[in-house]
Every structure is written in C-alpha cells, then in structure tokens.
C-alpha cells in the first residue's frame, strides 16, 4: 500500500512470524487506509525509525528476544512521542499490566481477543480511548484495589471541580468527544482541563491518569 498522509501507519511489533502475518493480514482487510510494517524485535524497530514514516500505532508484544516490550516502552514514545502504544500479548498478570500502564502504554488487550476487539482497540486508542480486555480491566482494578488497603495515599492534586468531573468520565471510558458532549463544552476545552489534570497527577497518558486515580484513591 503506498503511503499517503491520510493512511494511518501501524507498526506491529511481534517475534512470531506466523502470528504477525495472520495478524496484519486481518487487520488489513477490517482496516484497508493503514500501512503496515512489521518487526520480530525492539531493535529492529527502532531501526526502521531511518527509512520508514513513524507509526500512529504501536502494536506491542511483551515477550520479545533481546529487549522485551515493557521495557522498550520509553524508547518508543521517546522515538515517536504521537504515537499511541497498545500491547498485545498473552501475558495478563497484575505486575505486568500495572508496568505496562506505568511505562505510558496507552491500552493493554490479550492476543486471545477476536481479530474485530483488536481492530476496535486501534481506533479507540487513537480516538483518546483506554482499550482494555474486560479481564485485564478488572485485574488492574484488583491490583489497585488491594494496593489501596495495604498502602492508602494522602497525596493531594489540588484537582479543581470541572476537571474532577472530566477525570471521573476519563475513568468512566468516555472519550474526549463523549466528555464534551456529557458537559456540554468544546473538545478543545476539555483538552486543556486534560492536560492540567495529567500535569497534576504527574503522568502523560490517558491509562496512567486512571491507574493514579485507582492507586491513590483521588475522586473518593
């Protein structure tokens, strides 16, 4: 597919061929206007970053050979900080999740998931959506859960009320067009209430503003 600057650019990033190729050739027909390309390694991806147009996208495996994928996260968004990071990977432990969202990955879906939940997570990340499995969701709500009872936080944000209520709906799901719509303000506006509110919590994605809201208990 020749590029072109309304193509979105989607780079997969997986050590196992077969999967790989099944899994562009999928995405390919449910998503025809993106380009591909693909990678068995961190390090060979971060050598496209020469030759090839920087992703929107991220398709992130865990467990890679040499560099995992948890720990390439910074050097990813490093390399293209538009760029949006979704992992994909059979991994659904807590500490994993919780590294993953904590390294600034955007969303967190399993490779069991149907071919159309991944495609969807892909346009919900780029439209400032937080994908994640139902089971990871609740594994991550667990970890933070359990994490409150044991080491409860008394940090203060100083979060002032409109963005409270824009914080609640970002935890909520709703994303930035559903915000302004639910408030009745402009999309514009709820980017700026979001940026503060992100500046605050000391974070830079959408997934670790809701793991610090979860962690220290901020809206109760």
Avoid: C
């Amino acid at each position: 597919m020749k590029h072109n600057s309304d193509s979105a650019v989607l780079w997969v990033i997986e050590d196992n061929p077969a999967f790989r190729r099944t899994l562009i050739r999928g995405l390919g027909r449910l998503m025809p206007d993106t380009l591909f390309h693909e990678f068995g390694t961190i390090e060979q991806a971060m050598e496209g970053f020469a030759q090839l147009p920087a992703p929107n996208v991220f398709l992130l495996d865990v467990g890679l050979p040499g560099m995992d994928g948890l720990q390439a996260i910074p050097l990813l968004r490093e390399a293209a900080p538009e760029a949006h990071i979704l992992i994909l990977t059979v991994f659904e432990d807590e500490a994993k999740i919780f590294a993953a969202i904590s390294s600034g990955a955007h969303g967190y879906i399993l490779k069991a998931s149907p071919l159309r939940q991944i495609s969807d997570a892909i346009s919900e990340i780029q439209a400032g959506g937080l994908p994640l499995t139902p089971r990871v969701a609740r594994k991550l709500i667990e970890h933070f859960t359990s994490r409150k009872a044991k080491a409860p936080s008394h940090e203060r944000y100083d979060i002032k009320e409109k963005e409270r209520e824009i914080l609640q709906l970002i935890v909520e799901g709703l994303l930035k067009k559903e915000i302004a719509d639910r408030l009745g303000i402009g999309i514009h506006t709820v980017d700026t209430h979001m940026r503060s509110i992100y500046k605050k919590l000391q974070v830079t994605t959408r997934a670790a503003a809701v793991a610090k809201v979860l962690q220290n208990n901020i809206l109760e």
